[in-house]
């Protein structure tokens, strides 16, 4: 399947807030509606205004939309300087998971970070998605560190 990638528009925003929140962990905090939440729509713009946050999207030649993700450059201070990348909300359409567009978005991911220099790609995913971390791993990607969040909610 050939696969077409380029940045978010606003008219992708019902079908992205969909993905986010149609999975068991999205269910219970995303909350899909027509027109999308507010603070939806503040945040695409927020994000589309910062040259360091990319919402990137993979569509058919038939222009259906068939996952996301959010790539943010980082600039740090370790290892001399250096920007690292933070992969976050990698999504696949629903019907179309298991034929390889994950695959497709997070090496693209990858590359668009070595394009920007970056030294280091991370992401997390949760401990509960088990599937996801098998997924993360077969491409490369190691458990190194521990994480840790603190809900200000």
């Keep these: 399947m050939e696969l077409v990638f380029r940045h978010a528009q606003q008219s992708d925003l019902n079908e992205i807030v969909r993905m986010l ?7 219970k905090r995303e909350l899909f509606s027509v027109p999308v939440l507010k603070a939806y ?16 999207v993979a569509e058919h030649s038939d222009f ?4 996301f993700f959010q790539i943010t450059y ?5 290892y001399q300087g250096r ?11 629903s019907e179309q998971r298991s034929i390889g567009i994950g695959r497709a978005l997070v090496l693209h991911a990858i590359e668009l970070a070595k394009k920007r220099h970056c030294y280091l790609v991370q992401l997390t995913s949760d401990k509960s998605r088990t599937d996801a971390l098998r997924f993360y791993e077969s491409l490369g990607f190691h458990a190194t560190h521990e994480g840790f969040k603190l809900s200000l909610l």
């Design 21 to 27: 929140a149609n999975d068991p962990l999205g269910a």
């Design 41 to 56: 729509e503040q945040a695409f713009k927020s994000i589309q205004i910062d040259p360091n946050n990319e919402i990137i």
């Design 64 to 67: 259906t939309l068939l996952g």
């Design 74 to 78: 980082i600039p740090n201070l370790t």
């Design 83 to 93: 920007w690292r990348a933070q992969i976050e909300g990698v999504r696949v359409n």
